[in-house]
């Protein structure tokens, strides 16, 4: 056993899920218990979000010995409150990879942008996850300018044999999402989209399937590593391993202060209407899910029960807003009059992990220690790859692991003192853009 060793506050309300329609309508999952003794295995796994979740599957897939720590309950943070949509690509763009590192990364990102939403696919198939899976998503215009980077992004898409996205006039677009906001978009025949929730539970109870272990409201505080062994220090307990995998991306709470200062905890909120039964048909006839293209976007979907959800906003710092429902419903309406007057049953707030470079990290503290973090909002299929990626490199096929974690990364300007007010300054300036169309 044993005690606090550097006092770490807790970032969860006794583990408990926010008040979401996701956690109101999640399949049903067991009391798993927390880490009170200390225990021996190959493999331990901190963060029971999609990119530990994805590292563990894979992992007990190949007959490791697996033990995912969680300091909440699974899918407590991102992963349990996100969009739901399976968005192919990064945050940062093909294009800006390549600028901003060269055609040779953006060749091999772009052969793999694609997997995380095979690698779910999979995941549902195999285990028989219940999880309202539906197809495609489209990216939507509001002006000239974005219906330009679109087109240069779905050419660039199809140099890397990408061959899945079609472009969408104003009349195109409308067949699809009924509203007179958008100019145009592209579809993403491949996309999709999901109760997140309820994907992340059927993970875990396919790890625990494979024979792994799983510990929920286990608060990590410190890692210890040697040339012989690794130690994952608990608040009543202790984990001794071969291997540590951090995943706690914008929960891991100032654990580890190297990854800490990296990234910067950003909020996004969404709100979920009553059931509107044959309106929501007449909204999306074509139930895909919806983002757009501006800076600070917007992004919508239908639920299993016909519910608009419908999420925006950022807050950086991860502050939640005194009023989810007013800030995000005024969004909503203008895009869809029709919804002026319907109740709004959940509103929720989450945080995502942004890096400077909107580009995810991975990489190790120690030869025993990976990490993978930085998905800045688009980690859905992002953490499902990165998940594959870095079960391999514990498996010994190191060579994707080894070329993300050679890809520098960038600090925010001013340190971590300046990111949030940095960060806030950038917002502006794009957001000055997205309304004048530049």
Known sequence: MTNNKRNIPHYSDQGQYPDSYYAASRNPKPDRPTLKQDINCETCIVGGGYSGLSTALHLTETDHDVVLLEGAQIGWGAS??????????????????????????????????????????????????????????????????????????????????????????????????????????????????????????????????????????????????????????????????????????????????????????VSTQIIATEPLGELADELIPSDVCVEDMRYILDYYRLSADKRMLFGGGSVYGGQDPADIKAKIRPNMIKIFPQLRDVQVDYAWSGNFALSFSRVPQMGQLHDRVLFAHGYSGHGVTGSHLFGQILADAINGKTKEFDTFAKVPWIPFPGGRSLRVPYSVMGSWWYALKDKTGL
């Open 80 to 265: 349990g409150r996100n969009g739901g949509q399976i968005v192919n690509g990064l945050n940062a763009s093909l294009q800006k990879i390549k600028k901003s590192y060269g055609d040779s990364t953006a060749d091999f990102v772009g052969q793999l942008v694609t997997r995380g939403n095979k690698i779910i696919r999979r995941f549902i198939a195999d285990y028989n996850i219940q999880c309202d899976l539906k197809e495609k998503n489209i990216f939507a215009a509001f002006n000239t300018s974005q219906m330009n980077d679109l087109i240069d992004t779905h050419e660039l898409w199809e140099s890397h044999g990408m061959h899945e996205r079609e472009i969408l006039d104003k009349q195109g677009i409308q067949q699809y999402v009924n509203t007179d906001a958008y100019i145009g978009g592209m579809i993403d025949h491949s996309g999709g989209h999901i109760h997140p929730l309820n994907l992340a539970l059927g993970e875990a109870a396919a790890i625990e399937k494979n024979g792994g272990t799983i510990y929920e409201n286990t608060l990590v505080v410190d890692i210890e590593y040697s040339d012989t062994g690794a130690k994952v220090i608990t608040e009543f307990g202790t984990v001794t391993c071969q291997k540590i995998v951090l995943c706690g991306n914008a929960y891991l709470n100032k654990v580890i202060p190297k990854l800490t200062d990296r990234i910067m905890p």
